[in-house]
């Protein structure tokens, strides 16, 4: 990370055409969105311009108007958001001498070019008093790598799993490095990176493909705590394990029975076992009926949350999905006696099942009547 640091007239900073970005900051504390248009940019050089006009520099002799800084090479700068990017470039006016206890010393802005990943700070070179302003080139330069060494450490910094060494593989588990500025969270999987980010998390490797996730650059004990903690709730409304940090909670730690409504459900089943009236089963059946219907009302309203807030296609169907699973187990529970077959009694199933199992046709054979005997013929006659 460098600086490359030359006196200019705003104008030739801000030219018509230059695709600049936001973020602005005008005075070091007014932020306002900048769009890159004609009108825009000419009322920023205009604004840097006007203390050396008024004072009348440069009228007679050419007297550069600005400082413009250019800064390179920032580690992750195309991963870094606006807000990132503002604390960086607060970071070096501080270190130029613009910034001073929080107020400006000087005008300034910041512009960010995502066409060259490149931070521009550029301050007026003329006070509103008149006096001339210089750049602390030397703090400037110091500055830019001690801005890179820190980046380092935080994406860096060790994670201390203490406290987490019982939970599953699935488990999310949120650190703080109070020294760094900085915190981490490591154990997310697709759905749990969606709400880290929805939190205020970025992801960023940590090597050998391990994805982790961290708070943003600059970021205070306080808008950790905050990011943290709204990571916590909405992690765990959905029923993800979550280790956190004491001193990232912003109110005593949530208590979340995740298993409650898995052991009344494992209880009433175990029940059924031992019923013996169509009561007793019925009882039962309307307390599962109840939670089974709560369960398809929290799941359509979950697949509104996120395609309000997470705009993740995948998972917005697979909600609808078990939406549909849940109404269809519902409708089993709760079909009427009548509409469904009605089966056949028990007796007459067996007796049926055993005709066809046990009898086969057969022919009776006619018995064979006995054949008569013959005739008598004429006896002969006995002479004596």
Known sequence: MFADISPRWAADVFPDDRPWTAPILIHGNDRTPWEPNHRAVRSIADHLDEPALRHGLGLSTPVASVWHITIAGIPDIADLDDTECTAISKDIAVAAGIRNGGHATTRWVAARSHQTQTLHVIASAIGDNGE???????????????????????????LDRTGAEELDDGAVVIRDTPSLGVAHTVGADHLAELLLKKAGFRPHDLGSGFQAWRTPYGAGSEQRAHIASTALDLLNAVGYHVSIQTSLLTRPMPDYDIGRAERRIADLTEQLGFCSHAEDIAEITAEVDAALHQTIEFTRALGTWADRHLGDSAYITRLAEAATLLDQAAAVINRDPAEAPE???????????????????????TPTPPTPP??????????R
Do not use: L, Y
């Open 374 to 383: 013959p005739p008598a013929g004429p006896q002969p006659r006995h002479t």
């Open 343 to 365: 089966p056949r009694p028990v007796h007459m199933v067996t007796r049926a099942a055993t005709a066809r199992t046990t009898t086969r046709p057969a022919s009776v054979a």
């Open 132 to 158: 001339p302003f210089a750049v602390d080139r030397d703090n400037v330069h110091r500055a830019c790598r001690g801005i890179e060494q820190h980046i380092h450490a935080q994406n860096h910094a060790p």
